[in-house]
């Protein structure tokens, strides 16, 4: 696969590239677009022939999810990730967040406490917010280099009756950890416990970074299975996210029964024509594309940490285990929040996701999307060295001899 090729998106509206969202969020329409966690590469060539041959067919009426499906979901997952999914506990819904927002209506009530681990994907933010339950910060604590959960505090916030959810974010967005087996074990034993619901997102599932491997969360336990619903979709790892599906997985009876229930009274359980062909096809045919992609995503991490290594060391590159994410660390350079943001936006004309919109936890770094052709990664990194040539150097003077002072 040819991944540096360059594809300009311009051609039809995306929110990561038009003027308007690079205007409206960083205030410079010129600014290098990786904010988005969405990648500028094409899908699988596999997947474009299949729609390609859907859209020929020329009869769109309604669709459903045929037995082919549901064989290409299963069969990915138990040879990539030894996960052996019951097509018994599959549920749909529109997209990930739809089924964490119905999850969490389904196993909490309003001014419940859901518990997060900022920093993280800040969308659940919003649906905690818009379903009236209050949120419940279980930060992650960095320690040399790496991010870790504080299970003492997640103990803690589990034992208060009024918390009944912890949304799981595996592996975690921005901070690129992939939660090994034995910290997934803890989790579930702890919210076992007390009774904590576990809502997993595992969309960003397929990136993982040998020698890391992600693990399903469903996977690692019975208890884990009896007490947590999984959120699991292609659209990150095939670049088909504007083509909105996703698939929930709930072992326990009762709770699926439940899930099923509200996607048919709402009539959210309904598939798109192309949606269901694409997924198919990236499940069925996509391992091999994939595989290289991985190997490509890699090289642009390396690219990062020899540039900033080389160019410039203040800035630190927090190693990712999996994603298509880098998480960077600007915090030596001793800015705020809004400092650094406008450093990022104005000055260095790079559009990444400034940290504080992951939490306060964030603050004083930047989420870099590297799922892009390596030489806009490198035209990025290029205009960060210039950007911060000053400020290095007068980072270099000792306090006080700056005669402009
Ligand atoms: C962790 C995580 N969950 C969910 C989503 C969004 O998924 P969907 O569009 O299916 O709701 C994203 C997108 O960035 C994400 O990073």
New binding site residues.
């Given amino acids: 696969m040819n991944f540096d090729e360059y594809i300009d998106r311009n051609e039809y509206p995306t929110l990561k590239w038009s003027g308007a969202f690079l205007s409206e969020y960083f205030g410079n329409e010129e600014a290098i677009p990786m904010s988005v966690?969405d990648m500028d590469l094409k899908a699988p060539p596999a997947v474009i022939a299949q729609l390609h041959k859907r859209v020929t067919h020329g009869i769109y009426g309604y669709a459903f999810r045929p037995d082919s499906y549901f064989n290409a979901l299963e069969t990915w997952y138990q040879n990539r990730h030894g996960w052996r999914i019951d097509q018994k506990h599959i549920g749909a819904s529109p997209?990930?967040?739809?089924a964490v927002s119905i999850l969490i209506n389904q196993h909490s009530s309003e001014g419940d406490g859901v518990i997060l681990q900022p920093p993280v994907?800040f969308?659940f933010r919003t649906v905690i917010r818009s379903n009236k339950r209050k949120i419940v910060k279980n930060p992650l604590n960095l320690i040399e280099g790496r991010y870790r959960i504080d299970f003492d505090d997640l103990e803690l916030k589990a034992s208060d009756p009024n918390n009944k959810i912890l949304i799981l974010?595996n592996p975690h967005?921005p901070v690129a950890r992939v939660w090994t087996r034995a910290e997934l074990e803890q989790i579930a034993e702890i919210c076992e416990r007390h009774d904590v619901f576990v809502i997993a997102?595992e969309?960003?599932g397929d990136f993982f970074f040998p020698p890391h491997k992600y693990t399903p969360y469903l996977n690692v336990s019975e208890t884990a299975v009896q007490n947590g619903a999984a959120c699991i979709?292609p659209?990150?790892t095939f670049n088909i996210?504007g083509m909105?599906d996703?698939i929930t997985i709930i072992p326990h009876e009762k709770h699926r029964q439940r899930f099923h229930k509200f996607a048919h009274r709402h009539q959210i359980h309904k598939v798109n024509v192309f949606a269901s062909v694409a997924m198919e096809a990236t499940y069925r045919d996509g391992a091999a594309w994939l595989d290289e992609l991985l190997l490509y995503i890699q090289g642009n991490v390396d690219l990062v940490r020899e540039h900033l290594q080389k160019n410039n060391p203040r800035v630190s590159l927090i190693e990712p285990e999996g994603t298509f994410l880098v998480w960077l660390d600007f915090r030596e350079l001793g800015w705020d929040a809004k400092e650094l943001e406008r450093f990022l936006s104005q000055k260095a004309q790079v559009a990444l996701a400034p940290g504080y919109w992951f939490g306060r936890e964030g603050v004083g770094f930047a989420r870099m999307t590297i799922g892009c052709p390596r030489e806009t990664v490198r035209s990025a990194l290029n205009n960060l060295t210039a950007a911060l040539r000053p400020a290095q150097a007068a980072g270099c003077d000792p306090p006080g001899t700056n005669i402009d002072n």
Avoid at 95 to 98: A, G, K
């Fill in positions: 966690a997209s990930i967040l739809s994907f969308e974010c967005n997102d969309i960003h979709s659209a990150k996210s909105v996703a």
